[in-house]
């Protein structure tokens, strides 16, 4: 049995990448998302949160013992080592597990012919060697602003222009209308990868 296609989803913050993960849910793809896994291990993995409170200190832990993932934000936007330092902390753990779960998904008596994987920074970490293809989404700046809280200038300047994504990339969409139209084009890009 052939193995489940992979293809990773990428693109800038606002840009809609949970949406477009969501509709390759819906048309059939098993999905996982980058983020998700990372808000597990600040949850779960003991390593990791000793290691946060030992960089850190108790100052990312609230009151009721989580991580405060807004606390870190804080300090890791203004501070590029300790950016570099969370990511080379987290990275690894959150590709292990991704790749872990694709395994997973092509032993399954009925593995499902595509998984889909959000992946934030695919390309600023040379991630997109693991994936059979890369679907970018893009939306305008001010679609962005409005759907993020995360001030652009603070994390955008070390993130590839969406210019470049999108020529590296297999798929490209931007996200801007209707979840019928974002179906729409997952279901022509679900239908390029099954020829």
């Known amino acids: 049995m052939a193995r489940p296609i ?3 989803i990428t693109g800038g913050i606002g ?14 793809a098993a999905v996982i998302s980058s983020d998700d896994i990372v808000h597990r291990l600040l949850r779960e993995d003991e390593s990791v949160r000793a290691a946060l409170r030992e960089r850190f200190g108790d100052d990312v832990f609230g009151e009721d013992g989580e991580v405060d993932r807004g606390a870190i934000a804080e300090l890791v936007f203004v501070d ?5 330092w ?6 690894p753990l ?6 872990g779960w694709r395994e997973r998904q092509a ?39 409005a759907r993020t809280e995360v001030a652009a200038e603070e994390r955008e300047p070390r993130l590839l222009p969406d210019s470049v994504k999108v020529a590296k990339a297999d798929f490209a969409y931007v996200n801007d209308g209707s979840l019928e139209r974002l179906d729409d084009f997952v279901q022509a890009v679900l239908r390029e990868l099954s020829r």
């Open 94 to 99: 959150v590709v292990q597990e991704y790749m």
């Open 80 to 84: 590029r080592e300790a950016l570099d």
């Open 15 to 28: 840009a809609g990448k949970s949406e477009a993960l969501a509709a390759f849910a819906r048309n059939g």
């Open 86 to 91: 969370l990511e080379a902390l987290l990275h």
């Open 6 to 8: 992979a293809v990773a």
């Open 107 to 145: 032993e399954l008596d009925d593995p499902p012919s595509v998984t889909a994987t959000e992946v934030p920074l695919l390309y600023e970490v040379g991630g997109e060697g693991r994936f059979d293809a890369v679907v970018v989404v893009t939306a305008p700046p001010e679609v962005r602003g």
